[in-house]
């Protein structure tokens, strides 16, 4: 007998009330918010640690220098302007005092460009940074050396490779996100699985083989976003897991916008900041359209809906992607291939790693760097992405309610 899975609202009285909850938590959660930022800007400067997330060189007016894209170690990501001797590299942590004191609050919740003066460069010493030296002592080229390091341990690619992706349509494999989470997890499910269901079966049968796994996996990704120093982006994909087990643990549907929206309402009222990242939205739209396909594809089999939902989520996203890097190239395409791909990648490349093989796919690599010729510009305005946002979540909302009857 197959039980069907419940909906995790029944009334709209039952869905007001968490709405009430959880619009309280983020009252409170967003004055915390508050309070920090007032204790940020009370003075005209403040010392600040950070971390280098982004270094690039301009010049002007004949003078050259940097700007850096900074993180202060509670969060907050500002630009600032150094000199171009100043030796700010990914493995250097600079105290600066930051002149921050007429920035809103709507700056400090997302990004600003402050004058600074720097006080103290310091070499780190981390894990993360003795993972980046094994990591570049498998490869020999800067470049790979360069992705191998983002896909790992979460370091910003450095900017001609960033437009090389985005040329391809494939800046989301290579840029630390939900999605390796996603990959990650599903990898460890199926490699502890057969292991702890041999014991679980013969010593502690009434333990629930799927439960305890999954808190394997998570410790597992906790500690290695932690070691990641929490990337915001990683951050919100695990709670994401996290409630969408809990839900489908409890005999609730999953698979479902109302299951989605309870995560966006939950994760948007323990912080703010959300609400202006980019990559939060499109993480949240890349799983929006997934949910949209088994909504509109309900009927089809299991291998037409595995072929189909790489080629419908990369048409589903192509206008986000439009609309953000604006270029198109003959290989974009190949994106939905390549990210089929990369889900048995991903996992295999760390594993080779492990073993001192990290550099068998590297000429693999170049190649496919070389495909960044061809591409042309493409306007497409953001007012037509909003309509085509309002469009879908219209079609989802109908297919909810033709659902229900």
Known sequence: MQFKRVKLFQTKKEFLSFVYIFAFILFYSTLIRYEEYKNFTRFDSVIVDTEVLKSYTKTKKDKTYKILKLKTDRGVVFYTKVKNS???GFDKKLTLELYGGKISFYEYLTSFYAYSKVLKIKKLDTLKQKLNSFIASEHKDKDITSIYQALFSAKTLPQHLQKTFSYLGISHLFAISGFHLSVLSLFLFFLLKPTYGFFQSRFFPYRNINLDIFIVVGISLLTYITFLDAPPSLIRSFGMLVVGFILYDRGFEVVSMQTLLLS????????????????FWLSVAGVFYIFLFFMLFMHLGKMAKFFLLPIWVYLAMLPYSLAIFNNFSI???????LTSLFSL???LSI?????GYGD?????LKKLLCLDSGHIEVLFRMEWLYVYVVLSIFLAVVLSKFKDK
């Open 360 to 364: 068998i796919f590297d000429e693999q």
């Open 86 to 88: 100043v030796d700010a």
């Open 351 to 355: 594993l080779l790693h492990l073993v």
């Open 331 to 337: 290989y974009h395409p190949l994106s939905i291939i």
């Open 345 to 347: 990648f991903y996992p």
């Open 264 to 279: 966006v309402i939950l994760l948007l009222s323990l912080d703010i900041k959300l609400l202006f990242s980019l990559g």
